[in-house]
């Protein structure tokens, strides 16, 4: 008979779960694995509320185990460390992201881009190795294999950093695979939200001109005063959307609702490339003309490797990006599930984890 998630391992682990697809989410008991030989258990600070999470609580992408417990933007403690681990110790600032472990025998893994891994395990809603399934971060503790845990860096704070562990590479890593890196080069962020507002301060700190793209126009004012964005596009002005027709060089498209993509190809240089970070539940209609005529690539990127991850983290440190973040308390996730799905957050929520998780 199988055991409940409360007896499947011996250390005691409490957080916030949904039970099924109404996405609601309430107190859960668990457990977690021993910390391994080459494991750190690590003590939850804050977790960013990635719009994946609302995605999986809901069951909108068809996959999810319930009940599940969110969350794979952490910042923590590291509290124990097996006899094996290297690279931390008792009282380090760490991070987790998207992933805590991979077979490391793949191409892939081989490359770093354990992200694309075949036997990738995600922080939630996975199965380990051992079989049992994995639990993300809306907790109080978590244990993960040091490989897979990231040094934080000291001078990014623990709270507005948390969401780097996804919005952040989740923009950087195709930023460098696709080289849209070189200073002057004319960058287009579709969609303001989580990942763009992430996307425009990285973009400036590569040296780019960034226009935010978006359908609304009361955000002009906050891309262009308070992220520092270039320009700002009204992708419903039909006027304004012809006069920038053939300005771009790339576009990162962050959007995560169903969006038609020819308006925003139509805005691309001879080869440019549109890159899709953002995950609409159903396909998108990709017209082939202006592909062709205009030898423009359309293309996508799932987060990023552990390698990528920690030289995003130190470039974000080195540069001073974080997210803008609203901080709250474990107890108001269901309302800010609520208003995550509204849009209605500037620009991440991150639970107060440390200080708001009481049984």
């Known amino acids: ?54 995605h999986n609580v809901k069951n909108e992408w068809g996959f999810t185990m319930y009940p599940v417990v969110p969350g794979h933007e952490i910042v923590g403690t590291v509290t124990k460390t097996g006899k094996n681990v290297k690279k931390f110790k008792v009282g380090d600032r760490v991070g987790v992201g998207v992933l805590v472990d991979s077979c490391k025998r793949c191409e892939s893994c081989q490359q770093d881009l354990e992200n694309y891994c075949p036997q990738m395990i995600l922080t939630y809603n996975s199965y380990s190795q051992d079989g049992t399934k994995t639990y993300g971060g809306y907790s109080d503790i978590v244990v993960v294999d040091e490989h897979y845990v990231l040094r934080f860096p000291e001078n990014l704070p623990p709270d507005a950093g948390a969401p780097l562990l996804c919005a952040g590479i989740t923009v950087y890593s195709p930023m460098k695979y696709y080289g849209m890196t070189e200073p002057g080069k004319h960058l287009g962020v579709a969609g303001l939200g ?50 920038a027709i053939n300005t771009m060089d790339f576009i990162i498209d962050t959007v995560s609702a169903v969006h038609p993509l020819a308006p925003l190809i139509s805005l691309l240089k001879l080869n440019g490339k549109l890159i899709t970070v953002g995950l609409p539940e159903k396909p998108l209609e990709l017209p082939i003309f202006p592909l062709v005529l205009g030898r423009k690539l359309v293309g996508g990127s799932d987060v990023g490797g552990i390698k990528e991850t920690q030289e995003m983290l130190d470039f974000c440190a080195k540069h001073g990006i974080t997210a803008d973040i609203e901080l709250i308390k474990m107890g108001d996730i269901n309302t800010a599930m609520e208003r995550l799905a509204k849009s209605d957050v500037k620009y991440r929520f991150v639970i107060d984890v440390a200080n708001s998780l009481s049984q």
Request: net charge neutral.
């Open 1 to 54: 008979m199988a055991k409940s998630p409360e007896e499947e391992h011996p250390q005691k682990a409490f957080g916030w779960a949904a039970k099924d697809s109404s996405g609601l989410l309430s107190p859960f008991h668990f457990s977690r694995r021993e910390t391994g030989d080459g494991d750190v258990t690590i003590k939850i600070l804050y977790c960013g509320v990635c719009h994946s999470d609302l």
């Open 194 to 243: 989580g990942l763009g507002h992430v996307a425009v301060k990285i973009g400036k700190a590569f040296g780019l001109k960034v226009t935010v793209i978006s359908t609304s126009p009361k955000k002009e004012e906050e891309a262009i005063d308070r992220l520092g964005a270039d320009s700002f596009l009204v992708s419903s002005n039909p006027a304004k959307m012809k006069a």
